[in-house]
């Protein structure tokens, strides 16, 4: 029985993530944490094997550093982290020798867009990314995004061309991931919703990913709290484990 903690435990996605584990065969919920709790000592206490975080950007680099450091593997839904970040965390996971996994998402959709948005990048050199999210989210661009981004740019056959865009208002053309515009919105009434836009002279292919419910996200949490026993190193993405 794998042993699971869920910090940020009374946030959205804690909640749906406490009532997934408590669930699922295999798991076991041996402790929940918010901002006020010491996980160190917890994950010292229950000797918890996997820690869930869903909290926020601000503090997502210094919890999973803790959790590494405790002893437990992270399975990280927060997003903000910067790459450098990754990169130490990483370093700290692989001396350690301690498996996890940092997933910009765990819907099993969303991956499958990232990946098809890789495939359609060895055909098309220009692409736009639209993502969608509710107005409570901090970080923009979306963590999504910005690995949709990353997996186009491996894809590319042949890299966009150079382009100078005169923007009669600061941020028109949105933000740019090396050769790849993207454009976040915050709306109440949307939950996470992703579209990579796909030109051709003539001719568009649109990919798109729309979550309906958070629930769409706990098989892959799940998944991947099973997944990081049989590892020995901090990945970055849901794909790396599938």
């Known amino acids: 029985m794998i042993k699971v903690i869920v910090n940020g435990a009374n946030g959205r996605m804690g909640q749906e993530t406490i009532a997934a584990v408590n669930q699922e065969p295999g798991l076991q919920l041996v402790g929940q944490t918010t901002a006020v709790d010491d996980l160190a000592t917890l994950i010292s206490e229950t000797k918890a094997d996997v820690v869930v975080d869903f909290t926020v950007p601000s503090v997502v680099y210094a919890n999973t550093k803790l959790i590494l450091n405790a002893g437990a593997r992270p399975v990280v839904g927060t997003t903000g982290l910067l790459p450098q970040q990754i990169e130490e965390l990483q370093q700290l996971a692989s001396e350690r020798k301690m498996g996890g996994v940092i997933a910009p998402n765990f819907s099993m959709a969303a991956v499958l867009m990232m990946k098809y948005a890789k495939d359609a990048a060895h055909y098309f050199s220009n692409v736009e990314i639209i993502e969608w999210h509710h107005e409570k989210k901090i970080d923009a661009p979306s963590g999504t995004a910005i690995k949709t981004a990353q997996m186009i740019e491996e894809g590319f056959s042949q890299k966009p061309s150079p382009r100078e865009d005169q923007e009669l208002l600061s941020g028109a053309r949105g933000a740019k991931h090396q050769d790849i515009r993207i454009h976040s919105i915050r709306l109440p009434g949307l939950l996470a919703h ?39 190193e901090l990945v970055y993405g849901l794909d790396r484990l599938l």
Do not use: N, W
């Not at 979550?211 to 996200?217: D, F, H, L, V």
């Open 194 to 232: 992703q579209e990579v836009l796909f030109g051709l002279p003539g001719e568009t292919l649109a990919i798109r990913y729309d979550s309906i419910s958070r629930a769409a996200y706990m098989p892959g949490v799940c998944f991947a709290c099973k997944k990081v026993m049989e590892l020995d």
